[in-house]
């Protein structure tokens, strides 16, 4: 059996904590987009200020119902949104300052932040790195115009155009770029075109998404009035069956479905959504996971500034939480050691039927405590998760 490299096989960890801070605002609310968003053009928000005291309010009142998150180390921050770029680094900068005198933090933390093409900028980057932040994501999704105009996108022209020139030239290493496929009237070629150059240009990390339809969104009105169509679900299928072999010859692991990364730059902090790692969920709109509990933010920003801190937290059930999680890794990861740690003995005995079914049917290999999905599991993956999970 060929497995990857020994570092990339992931495993249960039990000393850490992640922290995710939400960002609620956008230059432009995008059509598809179903986060807690709002687009507010090119001023800064009114309540910037305000909504930074309440994110460390949140933080106290989180770390006194669940005190015993203060014995965790953090080893990641990811700044999201909404367009946390859109914020000012100083305060990115106090509120970094502010997690460092509340929590002991690992030797090398991962400290990301999502950045919007808009604002994208080598001072801003170099900003960045002097207040400690060490991984940046750009919400590319497509460089065709027409592509984000589909997608109710602000289309900055200038700053897509200097895109990879600030990315390759910047000081932070860890930089990486979303795009979509499946865009109406994006071509396959298009896409695989604009794939193409940042592969060109060696960048450490790629999140590949196809473009999903999600309720409530201005995009699924817009299809059910017929005023736009759907994604182009069997180009996705196309591109999707596709891209792992591309990758591959670049360098890439594959390591999670939509997730690309050059050895050592998986994104860690995502990595812990899949790997059943606990995580603070800051701000209005976040979810967080702590001590086997999910907890959800009011999707408003006022509302959350004014309220108290919900003291509202729903157990996990691990069995279904891990299924939807884990099996999303297409990367090696040690299914034995996690079954052990967060399953019952029921659960325990339905998974490992369940995964040695699998086995059988050539869907995935298992090596030592280690499983692997075979790439001809990649489009069956929704069907084999509700398989495990029921
Ligand atoms: S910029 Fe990102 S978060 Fe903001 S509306 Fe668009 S997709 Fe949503």
Redesign the pocket.
């Known amino acids: 059996m060929e497995l990857l490299n020994k570092e990339s096989i992931w495993q249960v960890r039990n000393s850490y904590l992640g922290v995710y801070v939400h960002f609620p605002y956008?230059?432009?609310?995008?059509d598809?987009?179903d986060?807690y968003?709002e687009?507010i053009g090119a001023a800064s928000a009114n309540d910037e200020k305000s909504l930074f005291q309440s994110y460390k309010k949140e933080i106290l009142d989180r770390v006194n119902h669940f005190p015993e998150i203060k014995n965790r180390s953090i080893d990641t921050v990811f700044f999201g949104?909404?367009?946390p770029s859109k914020a000012s680094a100083k305060h990115w900068k106090e509120l970094l300052d502010f997690l460092r005198s509340e929590f002991s933090f690992s030797d090398n933390p991962e400290i990301s932040i999502e950045v919007?093409p808009e604002d994208l900028s080598s001072d801003l980057l170099f900003e960045y790195d002097s207040i400690g932040i060490n991984r940046v994501n750009v919400?590319v999704q497509t460089l065709e115009k027409k592509g984000l105009e589909f997608l109710g996108?602000?289309y900055d022209a200038d700053r897509y155009h200097a895109l990879v020139e600030v990315l390759t030239k910047s000081p932070i290493e860890r930089v990486g770029i979303d795009l979509m496929y499946g865009i109406p009237g994006v071509s396959k070629d298009s896409f695989l075109s604009d794939l193409s150059l940042f592969l060109k240009a060696g960048l450490p990390h790629l999140s590949l998404y196809s473009l999903t339809l999600e309720k409530g969104t201005k995009y699924s009105r817009d299809v059910i009035d017929h005023k736009k169509t759907e994604p182009e679900e069997n180009l996705q299928s196309e591109i999707l069956i596709q891209l792992p072999e591309i990758l591959k010859k670049y360098g890439y692991n594959w390591y999670e479905v939509s997730n690309y990364a050059k050895p050592g730059f998986e994104s860690l902090h995502n990595l812990k959504y899949w790997t059943y790692e606990p995580y603070l969920g800051i701000g209005p709109g976040a979810h967080g996971m702590i001590a086997g509990h999910r907890y959800g933010n009011p999707r408003n920003s006022g509302l959350y500034q004014k309220k108290e801190t919900s003291t509202k937290y729903e157990t996990i059930d691990p069995s279904t939480e891990l299924s939807l999680t884990l099996f999303r890794l297409f990367s090696p990861f040690r299914y034995l050691d996690f079954i052990e740690t967060y399953l019952d003995t029921k659960s325990k005995s339905k998974y490992l039927k369940t995964i040695e079914g699998w086995e059988k049917k050539g869907l995935c290999r298992l090596e030592d405590g280690v499983f692997q999905w075979n790439p001809s599991a990649l489009l069956l993956l929704d069907d084999l998760i509700l398989e495990i999970s029921l």
């Open positions: 956008c230059f432009k609310k995008c598809y987009c986060f968003s687009g949104g909404g367009t919007n919400g996108r602000h």
